[in-house]
């Protein structure tokens, strides 16, 4: 199993930034994929960027362009910087991984999650 740990959220206001941090820890064959979800009151959790163990990413529609995803591998770390936050950015952010194993086992875990309140 991998337990994960976010950090970083908090309030700010429209057009500033936020970085939002992740750590995995587990004993654990690999941690593959790795990603950001977020839910708002009274909305379903939605993607919003993953990477794979190899760097490859891939974004929502909703934040191409003002989100940036990144990992380091050797820290087991996802990183989320988050650029002209928008009131509509505002939700519960969660950190998500992929990890196979020693037993062979594919499993998925999530973290507790982090608050990110965009004022206007």
């Known amino acids: 199993q991998v337990q994960l740990v976010e950090s970083g959220g908090g309030l700010v206001q429209a057009g500033g930034s936020l970085r939002l941090s992740c750590a995995a820890s587990?004993?654990?064959?690999?941690?593959?994929?790795m990603g950001w979800y977020r839910q708002a009151p009274g909305k379903q959790r939605e993607l919003v960027a993953t990477i794979t163990s190899g760097g490859y990413t891939n974004y929502a529609d909703s934040v191409k362009g003002r989100f940036t995803i990144s990992r380091d591998n050797a820290r087991n770390t996802v990183y989320l910087q988050m650029n002209s936050l928008k009131p509509e950015d505002t939700a519960f952010y969660y950190c998500?991984?992929?990890?196979?194993?020693?037993?062979?086992?594919?499993?998925?875990?999530w973290g507790q999650g982090t608050q990110v309140t965009v004022s206007s």
């Open positions: 587990g004993s654990v064959f690999s941690i593959n994929a």
């Open positions: 998500n991984a992929g990890f196979r194993a020693y037993s062979g086992r594919s499993g998925s875990s």
